[in-house]
């Protein structure tokens, strides 16, 4: 579909012409310059000073070799990557991703989508991203070490405490954030807070760990409770993936009132009526590094499905794709919505199509966009960099307290920018708006560089 503005749409031919075959990238960019088609109506200036072209070119892109010997002695070559999109508001700010799947296109899409869901929170850090298409899965311990120190050993030149701080995302926890961390202060002689989801006892904050999942059930509760009087008291939940962000958001909701009935992997899906009993999930899949279907073996009633996109063909009221890009579709949404349920929020970053977004939406599903839903894990890794300056720690309590507080704040500003551009209710766009009127404004200010 063309845009109604014939500016966005230069700007959008532009980047597909300078990002040819990018699909994810420029799935993310049209996404956001659709919502700006009342911003270029009522902010002429923003047209002017050129703001929108220069956001969609990243200020940086760097790719490198990463090569390492596995445990046969044989030389493996990875590539790697990090973007720095944006730092008008804050040194940059992303997480890497390990994973077959990262490419250029994937790391500018999630960069991208950093700069609006960072400036949400409120906080002052730019957008990045950054990764590997290396595959940690059946590596030992060695071979991830010697990967994450060669990965660092390139990156560290491009990074530093007040530049650019990395954190975790897929495939990248606390173990491999612990072996570049080291990299980087064997390279460069410096105890510095560059990383952040470190390990509490080199300066990581309590709650980052729990952040994302546990911020995305906050968005949610607040989103229901503003928007339909309702909470996730007696609610059943569907939750796709089994790692970081899924299995916070199953503790969260659960404490919340909800019942979590379902989890899954790239292989596949289980189903427990009774609700997910998280001590054994939890076991599988941070303690042993297995696989969900293991579940099965431990729980009675439970059961296992494989292909993943059944999932969402489960009953539920509130659903939380919580694995990766594109995994909820135009059918998968249809199912959902056939079966009742009344709202959908991101945990994963760019997990429903636009097909699926506009399915929720004309359905008046109520729907959680993940720049502003899970944006409580990068807002805690800018409070571990508040906590790193000040060289003290703070209790959970008082993290998960900023935590909830951040969430709620930024449901409320994606409303009312929706309501302040003419779409009220609609939070893709006011994320989306929200997100970029803070870097648009700090951009004019600092005039025109690059
Ligand atoms: P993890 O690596 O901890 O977990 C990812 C989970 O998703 C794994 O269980 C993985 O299964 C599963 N998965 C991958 N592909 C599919 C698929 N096609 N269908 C079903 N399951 C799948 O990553 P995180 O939990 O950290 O990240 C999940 C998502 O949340 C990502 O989109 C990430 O960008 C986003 N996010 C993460 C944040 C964080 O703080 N960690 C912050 C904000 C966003 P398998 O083991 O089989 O690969």
């Known amino acids: 579909m063309a845009f109604k503005s014939e500016y966005l749409q230069k700007v959008y031919d532009k980047v597909c012409s300078r990002n040819k075959g990018e699909e994810e990238f420029l799935q993310a960019v049209r996404e956001v310059l659709e919502s700006f088609e009342p911003v270029v109506e009522k902010r002429p200036d923003i047209v002017e000073a050129g703001i929108i072209d220069r956001i969609v070119e990243p200020e940086r892109f760097i790719q490198f070799r990463v090569s390492w010997v596995d445990d046969n002695g044989k030389v493996q070559v990875n590539r790697g990557f990090r973007v720095q999109f944006n730092s008008a508001i804050g040194p940059y700010k992303g997480g890497l991703r390990l994973h077959p799947t990262v490419c250029a296109s994937v790391i500018k899409f999630l960069g991208f989508e950093q700069i609006f869901k960072n400036s949400l929170t409120g906080l002052p850090i730019g957008g990045g991203k950054g990764g590997s298409d290396f595959d940690p899965k059946g590596k030992s311990d060695g071979e991830i070490m010697r990967f994450c120190q060669s990965f660092m050993t390139e990156l560290s030149k491009h990074i530093g405490a007040d530049t650019?701080?990395?954190?975790?995302?897929?495939?990248?926890?606390?173990?491999?954030?612990?072996?570049?961390f080291g990299q980087y202060k064997r390279l460069r002689n410096e105890f510095t807070g560059v990383l952040t989801g470190k390990g509490l006892s080199y300066g990581g904050s309590l709650a980052r760990t729990?952040?994302?999942?546990?911020?995305?059930?906050?968005?949610?509760?607040?989103?229901?409770?503003?928007?339909?009087?309702?909470?996730?008291?007696g609610k059943t939940v569907v939750i796709s993936g089994s790692g970081n962000v899924?299995?916070?958001?199953?503790?969260?909701?659960?404490?919340?009132?909800?019942?979590?009935?379902?989890?899954?992997?790239?292989?596949?899906?289980?189903?427990?009526?009774?609700?997910?009993?998280?001590?054994?999930?939890?076991?599988?899949?941070?303690?042993?590094?297995?696989?969900?279907?293991?579940?099965?073996?431990?729980?009675?009633?439970?059961?296992?499905?494989?292909?993943?996109?059944?999932?969402?063909?489960?009953?539920?009221?509130?659903?939380l794709p919580c694995a990766t890009q594109n995994e909820l579709d135009g059918e998968s949404a249809d199912a959902l919505i056939n079966n009742g349920v009344m709202a959908v929020a991101e945990g994963a970053n760019m997990p429903s199509t636009p097909e699926a977004v506009e399915k929720f939406q004309a359905a008046g599903v109520l729907f959680g966009p993940a720049k502003a839903a899970n944006a409580g894990g990068v807002a805690t890794s800018a409070l571990e960099m508040s906590q790193n300056s000040e060289r003290l720690s703070w209790t959970f309590e008082e993290v998960d307290a900023k935590l909830k507080n951040i969430m709620v704040n930024i449901f409320h500003n994606s409303y009312n920018a929706s309501k302040d551009f003419g779409v009220e209710g609609n939070l893709v766009a006011g994320a989306n708006?929200?997100?970029?009127?803070?870097?648009?404004?700090?951009?004019?200010?600092?005039?025109?560089?690059?």
């Open 433 to 450: 708006i929200a997100g970029f009127l803070k870097v648009a404004d700090a951009m004019m200010w600092q005039g025109i560089s690059y």
């Open 210 to 233: 729990e952040a994302t999942g546990y911020g995305l059930c906050y968005f949610t509760e607040e989103m229901l409770n503003s928007m339909k009087n309702d909470s996730f008291k």
């Open 246 to 319: 899924a299995i916070y958001a199953t503790q969260k909701a659960t404490q919340l009132g909800g019942k979590v009935v379902a989890l899954s992997d790239s292989n596949g899906y289980i189903y427990d009526p009774n609700g997910i009993n998280l001590d054994v999930v939890k076991q599988i899949k941070e303690v042993e590094r297995g696989r969900i279907k293991e579940y099965c073996d431990r729980v009675q009633g439970a059961t296992y499905t494989e292909g993943c996109k059944g999932i969402w063909t489960i009953k539920c009221d509130i659903a």
């Open 164 to 180: 650019d701080v990395p954190a975790g995302d897929i495939g990248v926890g606390a173990r491999e954030i612990g072996y570049m």
